[in-house]
């Protein structure tokens, strides 16, 4: 089974920074894209990042891009999250999340092409297991 430990929330003063990790086990890593989203007070869930497992491609939602950077260490099953230059609306519960992705292309003619798999966008129902949260609190 799949299973995904997200840990290293807190408190942290706005323009300050930090490190979530997500421990990840039960899955081949090459065959799966490993993600953030989170949840703030009152909104619904939101897609912030994402890396697939087998060459680090990377996807960043506008509203984290140039703060946060996602990373993942194979050899500890683990996935980063650097945050940086937080702002009070960072403020929300964030989750590990994962999908299995085959990098195959069905092109309408009927063909079929391996590439490269990428993560699916930044959606609640492109993800198809969640972890539990960890909370971010950012005050000003």
């Known amino acids: 089974d799949v299973q995904l430990q997200a840990s290293g929330g807190g408190l942290v003063q706005a323009g300050g920074s930090l490190r979530l990790s997500c421990a990840a086990s039960?899955?081949?890593?090459?065959?799966?894209?490993v993600g953030w989203f989170r949840q703030a007070p009152g909104k619904e869930r939101e897609g912030i990042s994402c890396?697939?497992?087998?060459?680090?491609?990377?996807l960043y939602a506008d509203s984290v891009k140039d703060r946060f950077t996602i990373s993942s260490d194979h050899a500890k099953n683990t996935v980063y999250l650097q945050m940086n230059s937080l702002k009070p609306e960072d403020t929300a519960v964030y989750y590990c999340?994962?999908?299995?992705?085959?990098?195959?292309?069905?092109?309408?003619?009927?063909?079929?092409?391996?590439?490269?798999?990428?993560?699916?966008?930044?959606?609640?129902?492109?993800?198809?297991?969640w972890g539990q949260g960890t909370l971010v609190t950012v005050s000003s």
């Open positions: 999340v994962a999908v299995a992705v085959s990098g195959l292309i069905f092109r309408p003619d009927g063909t079929i092409v391996a590439a490269a798999p990428k993560c699916p966008d930044l959606l609640v129902a492109k993800y198809t297991y």
């Open positions: 039960g899955f081949t890593w090459k065959d799966y894209a």
């Open positions: 890396i697939t497992g087998r060459d680090d491609f990377t």
